[in-house]
């Protein structure tokens, strides 16, 4: 019980990508934080009673067809735009660089790529000015920008604040079937591994990379795709995500609730993950670690290890592995979404043929039968 045997720290992602896309000649932009998302959401007034009156993110403008929400110590216009459409989906991953001339190397870099490539010298969205969005190699829409509007930073706003105050965006997470592919890109783009998942035959499951000094700005998970798995904010305590489950509850909307809240072991982090009204998947997230070092340990992680994604062996939901929301093209349509061929994380550590560890050199049925398969009781959400 006292054995300290956990995951495998090394200096360098040991992934390696069978498929890689070619490294373009042209150098990435200088990439500084994930900094909004935009989503599609079905019903306008649903998801603004969702983000804003349940989980207090602050309007900083709104109109008929789009509300711009902002976490209470973010100083630029808006960290997620809510945009009436026909299907839920995701517009774009949006991520600030470092100067404006960044925006040339965007266009350089993706072009290169052979990646549809659009700059709008007025923006895409309200308070944002010169953009450049792409659709990339992975079928993502990504964005860069650099000029944008500066708002108050509500920080010290605290009659403002609620007991489950969202005070940063602090991740993105996507899907995608070939994570080595997209861990090779995404360091193409300047983006370094913090920590992954993987097997004993090489396979990988899913890699967080980091620009800003947190274990990540995006994720990478194994699974159909292009897809978004999750858009993560940061709240100050672990008692702020208690207080929202709290509120979930007396609000009669618990069906919100889809895993958690509980401590990752990837990341350190404590967690929960939230349903919007479309089915957009939202975690709240808190207290990972410092990350800034050029030298930052990678730590790798066994897909049979049953406290990689809960540090205190709590099972996964199967939802949890299998929805994602859609992307869109350039042109508002939906991507298409590509099957994942390597294994499946669900099926290794679910089910008959991979029951999850506690300690590694336990056999496949030591823990207790009741914990074996993985399965929430029920598979209620
Ligand atoms: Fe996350």
């Known amino acids: 019980m006292t054995d300290p045997t ?8 040991p992934i390696t990508a069978a498929d890689p ?16 998302m935009e989503l599609v959401v079905t019903d306008l007034a649903a998801s603004r009673g969702f983000y804003v009156d349940v989980l207090g993110l602050v309007v900083t403008e709104e109109d008929e067809d ?50 549809r490539v659009e700059r709008r010298a007025d923006g895409f969205t309200r308070g944002i000015g010169d953009s450049v969005r792409v659709t990339d190699p992975l079928g993502f829409p990504y964005e860069f920008f650099y000029d944008v509007d500066h708002v108050e930073r509500l920080a010290w706003r605290y009659d403002l604040h609620t007991p489950g105050a969202l005070v940063r965006l602090d991740h993105f997470n996507q899907v995608t079937p070939d994570v080595p592919r997209a861990v090779k890109f995404m360091e193409d783009l300047g983006f370094r591994v913090t920590e992954d998942i993987q097997d004993g035959e090489g396979t990988t499951y899913a890699a967080w990379m980091r620009r800003k000094p947190t274990v990540h700005d995006t994720a990478m998970t194994g699974g159909d795709g292009p897809r978004m798995h999750h858009v993560a904010f940061a709240t100050h305590e672990k008692h702020n995500i208690i207080a929202i489950c709290d509120k979930l509850g007396a609000l009669r909307l618990s ?4 895993r958690g809240p509980g401590r990752h072991g990837v990341s350190n982090a404590f967690y929960l ?9 939202v975690e709240i997230y808190t207290q990972d670690y410092y990350t800034g070092d050029p030298d930052n340990p990678v730590v790798t992680w066994d897909v049979h290890d049953n406290q990689r994604r809960d540090w205190w ?15 869109l093209d350039l042109d508002g349509n939906p991507q298409r979404v590509v099957a994942r061929t390597d294994t499946s994380e669900m099926a290794v550590t679910i089910g008959a043929d991979g029951f999850s560890y506690t300690r590694p050199e336990d056999d496949a049925d030591v823990l207790p039968s009741w914990k074996q398969g993985e399965y929430k009781l029920g598979h209620q959400l």
């Open 255 to 258: 069906d919100h609730i889809e």
């Open 66 to 115: 789009a509300v711009y929400l902002r976490s209470l110590e973010e100083f630029i216009h808006h960290n997620l735009v809510l945009r009436k459409g026909p299907v839920a989906a995701v517009a774009a991953f949006s991520y600030r660089v470092r100067s404006p001339e960044e925006l040339d190397r965007a266009v350089a870099f993706y072009t290169e790529l052979g990646c």
């Open 6 to 13: 956990g995951p495998v720290v090394t200096s360098e992602a």
């Open 273 to 281: 993950y939230l349903r919007d009204p479309d089915g957009h998947r």
């Open 21 to 36: 896309v070619p490294t373009p000649l042209a150098p990435p932009p200088d990439i500084l934080r994930c900094a909004y």
């Open 313 to 327: 062996g709590n099972p996964v939901v199967p939802s949890w592995y299998t929805e994602a929301s859609l992307v």
